[in-house]
Nanobody, 124 residues
């Protein structure tokens, strides 16, 4: 069964950048839709970005569009989230999630495998 491990989080100042990685345990990574969600203290989990099987389809929440970029390298069984122009309100635990169907890209309830999360902290 697929396992996901996030890495790359850290603490940066506003305007800085980070690249998050999501490493998958399977060699059939191209059969999974991958998404990133985040959850800040006191807030609900929210959609950040998603990418289709081959990387040709992407979705972004309006709050990050133009600043974050989702990508994947199926040969490395890894997905990425490039975060630039970071703001304090981006502070959250970021989670990688996967699913195999095309029911919805943006709703967390359709994703059935989740990583442990990686902390992103942005100071003003």
């Amino acid at each position: 069964q697929i396992q996901l491990v996030e890495s790359g989080g850290g603490s940066v100042q506003a305007g800085g950048s980070l690249r998050l990685s999501c490493a998958a345990s399977v060699r059939t990574f191209s059969t999974y839709v991958v998404a990133w969600f985040r959850q800040a203290p006191g807030k609900d989990r929210e959609f950040v970005a998603a990418i289709g099987y081959r990387g040709r389809t992407t979705f972004y929440d309006h709050s990050v569009e133009g600043r974050f970029t989702i990508a994947r390298d199926n040969a490395k069984n890894t997905a990425y989230l490039q975060l630039t122009s970071l703001k304090p309100e981006d502070t959250a635990v970021y989670y990688c999630a996967t699913k195999t169907d095309l029911s919805s890209y943006t709703e967390s309830r359709y994703y059935n495998r989740w990583g442990q999360g990686t902390q992103v902290t942005v100071s003003g």
